[in-house]
């Protein structure tokens, strides 16, 4: 089946009724050394620096998820209403235009990543910034960086993940700067833990680093990165865990660190593996292993005995948009105008991404569940539906990177751009939290 010029990440035969999705390591391997580890030892000093700005570029490659890794059963299961009227669904709608673009530039906002400064390295079209998100049946305001500031002052916010929860936090960086100048009071010697202060305010925003959100060890041979890690479900990632005492908002994702070979242990013992296709090991499948991480790191958050009325919110899968062909095989994403809404319904029940964002959503409502009369509170930032439209706001090829020319990202999103949306988001969820409990 020929690649659908809609279709997000573009490879071969990736809808075949919901059961399908990429994989780059499983590639005929019949024993002996992994292909991977071959071509890692050969290139491991060309793409460490694209493993410092992408969140896993091997997500994006030309096999397929054996059946039983993705269920056919991609129907997003409905969220709560949590604003306005008790029909409306904030995160299922449409991109209108917005004339009004982007509430920030890249001299206004001087904090803004190298690598998600599309403009400075060479992107001409605008049109990608004049859009903006429309529910079906309410508003949702544009981003008010001064109502934001009131809403969290006295407070403190921790984003957890990957570099797709960076960006992320970069982006409400940007746009809070232009109410307030923060102050940079910490960054960790591999720049992943950040933390920056609103004086004002008395607002303090954070940023943890976090592969897999429980804890993991990179499997090593020869001293050799292989790119394959073991996980266990059943300890944390305490580097993040340990930072939650006195938060109280903490904005948990990940997803995309999960598309390798991977171990996976539970009380002390090997359960299973994904993609690694050994003899004796049982092939669990990376939604286990994503709902099984979630599940640790939401169960943590319930027993947190110093996180009492701590609002966690799970940001839900933020897809990638690669185009004929994968990351390494000359894959791009060129558009300069969001996806229909018609084409990516047409779509919506054969999309591994929806299932994956399903799968967070009942981790969510589970925490929920289990947290009711603790304090505990969770909620959803549920932007995937949303960004399955925006193939054009990625920076493709103008990310900037010297070392890696012709490699496109696909992955993480333009500053100014779509992902500031997810602000807009952000705020409503926090307004109606600080409104359902005064």
Known sequence: MKT?????????????????HNIYFIKNYK??????????VGLTSIFSLFFLYSINPFHFSSQLLKPQQLSRNTH?????????????DLFKGKWVRDRNGSQYTTTSCVTIPDSKNCFKHGRMDKDFVNWRWKPEKCELPRFNPHKFLQLVGGRKLGFVGDSVARNHMESLLCLLSQAEVPMDTYKDSEDRFRTWYFPLSNFTLMTFWSKFLVKSEERMVNNTNTGSFDLYFDEVDEKWASKLPGLDYVIISDAHWFFRRNYLHNQGKLIGCVYC??????ELGLNYSLRMSFRAALKYINNCKGCKDMVTLVRTFSPAHFENGAWDTGGGCNRTSPQRQKANEELENTRFELELRRLQVE????????????????RALDITRAMLMRPDGHPGEFWGNRWMKGYNDCVHWCMPGPIDAWNDFLLAVLQKEVESIT
């Open 277 to 282: 296709n050994e003899p004796n090991i049982t």
């Open 363 to 378: 981790e969510l409502n589970r925490a929920n569940k289990e947290g009711e009369g603790e304090g505990k509170r969770f």
């Open 31 to 40: 024993g002996g050394l992994p292909p991977f580890l071959i071509w890692s």
């Open 4 to 20: 659908s010029s809609s279709s997000s990440y573009s490879y071969e035969n990736n809808h075949n009724n919901g059961k399908n």
């Open 76 to 88: 997003a299961p409905p969220i709560k209403p949590q604003f306005g009227e008790d029909d409306c």
